[in-house]
C-alpha cells in the first residue's frame, strides 16, 4: 500500500518536470494539467513518460480546486491500493523531505487532515504573508481554527476522508479553505506539521490573483458568519412575533403589568431556544449533546441580558447618551463577544495536540 501524491499544474517552469520525476521515485504521481495549453504540452509529455506517473488534461483552465478533484475522481476510481492522497505544488516550493513526511503521517493518522504549514518569516515575499496572516486571522476568530499556514498546499488526505473531500465546493483556491472549515465542522483532526518555508523570485512563479481569488476566499470566510448573523435576525422575528401573540391573545386576562412582563418574558426564552437550536447547527460550531451546550448556552444567555441592562445604564448615566443609542451600541458589543464565547466555550471542544 502507498499513499498518492497529487499535484495540479498551471502553465509549470520548465523544472517541474525533474521536481515530478524526483516525486514519482517515492511512489505514484498523479499530475493534472490545468488547461495550460499547446505551449507547455512538452513539458507534460516528459512527465508522462516517468515510470509510475499519470498525467490528467483539462481542455481550459478551471481552477486549483476542480484540478484537484480531478485528481481526486481518478485516484478513486482508478487507484484502488493507494492509502491516501498527499497533494503538493508544482512551483517546487514543498521540499521531496517534507512531502515524504506527509505521506507518512496519512499512513500514521489515517484519521486526521495532515497539513504542511510553514513559518513566515522576515524572508516572506509580503504578498504572501499579507494574505496568510489576513486569513489566518480570520479563521482564528471566525471559527476557531488556529493555523499559521490556512493557505498550504502541501496536505494529506486519507483514503477514508477523500470521497468527502472531493465532494467539497470551490474550483479555485477557496476550495482549499473550504476543506479546512469541513474538517472543523466534521471534527476531523487538522494534524499539524512544521515544513520548510521556500520561495523563488519572490514568489512570481504563483497564478494568485490578489483581488480576485481573495474575494472569492472571502465567500467561505464569512459565510459562518453571516450564518450567525442571519440567525440572529430570525430570533429577534420570533421575539416580536411571539410577543405579539403572547400579549394580545394569550394572556389577555391577566393585568396589564402581569400580561406584559409574562409575554415578555416568555418571548425571550422561545426566541433564545430557537437561536439557540439554529447556532448549534453553524458549520463553525461543534454540534454535540443537548443538555451540556443548553446550559452553557443560557448561563452565557443570562450574562448576556445583565449586561446589555447594566451597559445601556451606565452609557446613559456615565456619558448621557441616548437610551436606544445605548442599548444599540452595547447589545452589538455583546453579540461580538457571545459569538466569541459561543465558538469557543459553548459549542468548543478541547483541541488535539498536533504533530510538529
Request: hydrophobic content about 45%.
Amino acid at each position: 500500500m502507498a499513499v498518492c501524491v497529487l499535484i495540479p499544474a498551471y502553465e509549470p517552469e520548465e523544472s517541474f518536470v525533474q521536481y515530478a520525476a524526483l516525486c514519482a521515485q517515492r511512489g505514484p504521481l498523479v499530475v493534472v494539467d490545468d488547461g495550460s495549453g499547446p505551449k507547455y504540452s512538452y513539458i507534460f509529455e516528459q512527465i508522462a513518460a516517468v515510470p509510475g506517473c499519470t498525467v490528467l488534461h483539462h481542455h481550459q483552465n478551471k481552477g486549483k480546486g476542480a484540478a484537484l478533484k480531478t485528481g481526486f475522481a481518478h485516484i478513486l476510481n482508478q487507484m484502488p491500493d493507494c492509502d491516501g492522497v498527499v497533494t503538493a505544488d508544482c512551483d517546487g516550493q514543498h521540499a521531496l523531505d517534507d512531502v515524504q513526511r506527509l505521506c507518512e503521517a496519512v499512513q500514521q493518522r489515517p484519521d486526521a487532515l495532515s497539513l504542511g504549514c510553514r513559518h513566515f518569516g522576515p524572508e516572506t515575499p509580503r504578498r504572501s504573508m499579507a494574505g496568510n496572516r489576513a486569513t489566518s486571522m480570520a479563521m482564528r476568530l471566525l471559527y476557531g481554527i488556529q493555523l499559521e499556514d490556512t493557505q498550504t498546499g502541501l496536505r494529506g488526505i486519507p483514503r477514508d476522508l477523500l470521497e468527502e473531500v472531493a465532494a467539497l465546493p470551490g474550483q479555485r483556491y477557496e476550495y482549499e479553505l473550504e476543506m479546512l472549515l469541513w474538517a472543523k465542522h466534521r471534527h476531523v483532526f487538522m494534524n499539524v506539521l512544521t515544513i520548510q518555508t521556500r520561495y523563488f523570485d519572490n514568489n512570481q512563479g504563483s497564478h494568485y490573483n490578489t483581488v480576485r481569488d481573495s474575494l472569492r476566499i472571502c465567500v467561505p470566510l464569512l459565510r459562518g458568519l453571516g450564518q450567525y448573523m442571519a440567525a440572529g435576525a430570525a430570533s429577534a422575528v420570533v421575539d416580536v412575533v411571539a410577543y405579539a401573540i403572547l400579549v394580545s391573545v394569550v394572556f389577555t386576562g391577566l393585568s396589564l403589568v402581569d400580561r406584559l412582563l409574562f409575554s415578555a418574558v416568555l418571548a425571550r426564552i422561545l426566541s433564545s431556544l430557537f437561536n439557540y437550536l439554529c447556532n448549534r447547527r453553524l458549520p463553525q460550531m461543534q454540534r454535540k449533546a443537548f443538555w451540556p451546550t443548553a446550559g452553557r448556552y443560557y448561563i452565557l444567555w443570562t450574562f448576556q441580558l445583565a449586561g446589555s441592562v447594566l451597559g445601556t445604564w451606565a452609557l446613559c448615566e456615565i456619558f448621557q447618551a441616548n437610551e436606544l443609542v445605548a442599548k444599540y451600541v452595547v447589545d452589538i458589543l455583546l453579540s461580538v463577544l457571545s459569538y466569541q464565547v459561543q465558538l469557543r466555550w459553548v459549542f468548543g471542544e478541547k483541541e488535539e495536540k498536533a504533530d510538529v
